[in-house]
């Protein structure tokens, strides 16, 4: 442990280490929080939470948790495939179905595992089948800028999950530049092989970028490769883009049927942590085979299933959004007012959803920004530093105010200017 010691050292020395923060109670966009380092205690206004709609703390879905710990208990205590299922997992399963337009739904604890899940089922089948065998190899195409869950399921998907070796065919992965449909094509044409299976995988909003993944022309790239299999990590789309919340598809008007009438298969990871006021993953699916694979995965029978309140919260969750739709275009309409107005003072706000990366001029250290924002106005924001290009990450919700997005604009701007005039005079 002593190179452990030594590189934690000389990362403190450098200043690299992410500032803590212990929160105690929210109230709409309102947190009291606790600096670890210094016990300072505060109330802030946030603007780095991903509950986009606000459902957090809304009524009905606290007490449709509160409901399903009355009857079942706080934990399922198995995996879904032994004696973990519940009715709620049904009822949550067929709600995200019909709220994706894709009728088959497998549950799982997070989106890393529903990703390596997805690695197991498509790329080793499950468990050996007597007179059975696999022979065709798998390519996959991952977007560089994919998130963290595609990237370490898709580097390990040479092996089956639990397995020191496989003896299933080879898995080749390979990368495509960003939303670049161009370089994908090339890619394909080059490394594809005849009664190879391929699978295309993509963010469809990008988490640290917020730009949407070029879906209609990623389809017309891949239906000349029939039986391709398109999959859209939708963590940041659910309930934020299209005019319902529906995602990607919904987006740019088309609906999944339609990438299946061009001989692409599509596959929807839907995620609970943003939209849904919840935890846990989805993987929905218009293949019903699929599901079985993905319920005996490795990450699925090793551990418990979802537990019940956040199955009865993310459940309640998705219908209210069903319902009441004016809660997505209240979030539409916050990300586009406060997207122009820090355009309007000179920052470059890349993307075009409601996570808003700002990019600071190079002579300013997002870490030092995100401190000195909320000691100076007490707005809490995200300062990326160590896992992409240095930025602070905004993200807008539907609970903001114009009040509240024209405060933070207004710290902003006095802390670029503050720190920009430090850094010269320096």
């Known amino acids: 442990m002593q190179i452990v010691k030594e590189?934690?050292?000389?990362?403190?020395?450098?200043?690299?280490?992410?500032?803590?923060?212990?929160?105690?109670?929210?109230?709409?966009?309102?947190?009291?929080?606790?600096?670890a380092a210094t016990g300072k205690r505060q109330t802030v206004l946030t603007f780095c939470t991903n509950d986009v709609l606000g459902l957090v703390q809304e009524e009905a879905v606290k007490q449709a948790a509160i409901d399903a710990i009355l009857q079942y208990g706080t934990s399922n205590s198995s995996a879904s495939v032994l004696s973990g299922r519940i009715e709620l997992h049904k009822q949550l399963e067929e709600e995200i179905s019909a709220f994706k337009h894709l009728p088959h739904t497998q549950l799982f604890m997070n989106a890393w595992m529903a990703m390596q899940a997805?690695?197991?089922?498509?790329?080793?089948?499950?468990?050996?089948?007597?007179?059975?065998?696999?022979?065709?190899?798998?390519?996959?195409?991952?977007?560089?800028?994919?998130?963290?869950?595609?990237?370490?399921?898709?580097?390990?998907?040479?092996?089956?999950?639990?397995?020191?070796?496989?003896?299933?065919?080879?898995?080749?992965?390979?990368?495509?530049?960003?939303?670049?449909?161009?370089?994908?094509?090339?890619?394909?044409?080059?490394?594809?092989r005849a009664d190879e299976r391929i699978m295309v995988i993509s963010d469809a909003v990008f988490s640290m970028d917020g730009d949407i993944a070029p879906?209609?022309?990623?389809?017309?790239?891949?239906?000349?490769?029939?039986?391709?299999?398109?999959?859209?990590?939708?963590?940041?789309a659910s309930g934020a883009i299209g005019a319902t919340g529906r995602g990607i598809y919904e987006h740019f008007g088309i609906l999944p049927q339609q990438a299946i009438e061009q001989g692409v298969v599509p596959l929807i990871m839907t995620t609970f942590s943003k939209f849904a006021a919840s935890a846990g993953a989805a993987?929905?699916?218009?293949?019903?085979?699929?599901?079985?694979?993905?319920?005996?995965?490795?990450?699925?029978?090793?551990?418990?299933?979802?537990?019940?309140?956040?199955?009865?919260?993310?459940?309640?969750?998705?219908?209210?959004?069903?319902?009441?739709?004016?809660?997505?275009?209240?979030?539409?309409?916050?990300?586009?007012?406060?997207?122009s107005?820090?355009?309007?003072?000179?920052?470059?706000?890349?993307?075009?959803?409601?996570?808003?990366?700002?990019?600071?001029?190079?002579?300013?250290?997002?870490?030092?920004?995100?401190?000195?924002?909320?000691?100076?106005?007490?707005?809490?924001?995200?300062?990326?530093?160590?896992?992409?290009?240095?930025?602070i990450r905004i993200t807008a919700n539907a609970l903001h105010t114009q009040e509240e997005m024209d405060r933070l604009v207004t710290g902003m701007v006095a802390t670029r200017n503050l720190l920009y005039k430090t850094t010269i005079s320096a």
């Open 7 to 35: 590189y934690v050292q000389r990362w403190y020395e450098s200043g690299l280490e992410p500032d803590e923060y212990i929160c105690h109670q929210k109230q709409g966009n309102l947190v009291e929080i606790t600096e």
């Open 118 to 192: 997805l690695m197991d089922a498509f790329c080793h089948l499950a468990i050996p089948v007597p007179g059975f065998q696999n022979t065709r190899e798998t390519l996959i195409l991952t977007d560089v800028l994919n998130h963290g869950c595609i990237v370490s399921a898709v580097v390990n998907a040479g092996t089956r999950s639990g397995k020191v070796f496989s003896h299933s065919p080879r898995v080749r992965v390979k990368a495509y530049r960003h939303c670049d449909m161009e370089d994908l094509a090339r890619k394909l044409y080059r490394y594809a």
């Open 215 to 236: 879906l209609p022309d990623m389809l017309s790239v891949m239906r000349k490769y029939e039986g391709s299999v398109l999959v859209m990590d939708e963590a940041h």
């Open 283 to 339: 993987i929905s699916s218009h293949v019903a085979e699929l599901i079985p694979l993905l319920n005996v995965s490795p990450t699925s029978i090793g551990t418990i299933s979802l537990p019940p309140p956040a199955t009865a919260a993310a459940l309640e969750s998705i219908r209210q959004v069903r319902k009441f739709p004016e809660r997505v275009k209240k979030l539409q309409e916050n990300t586009q007012y406060l997207r």
């Open 341 to 391: 107005r820090l355009v309007e003072q000179g920052f470059m706000a890349i993307g075009e959803t409601n996570v808003i990366p700002v990019i600071l001029p190079p002579e300013i250290n997002p870490k030092i920004f995100g401190r000195q924002i909320m000691k100076d106005y007490g707005i809490w924001v995200s300062p990326i530093w160590f896992i992409a290009k240095p930025r």
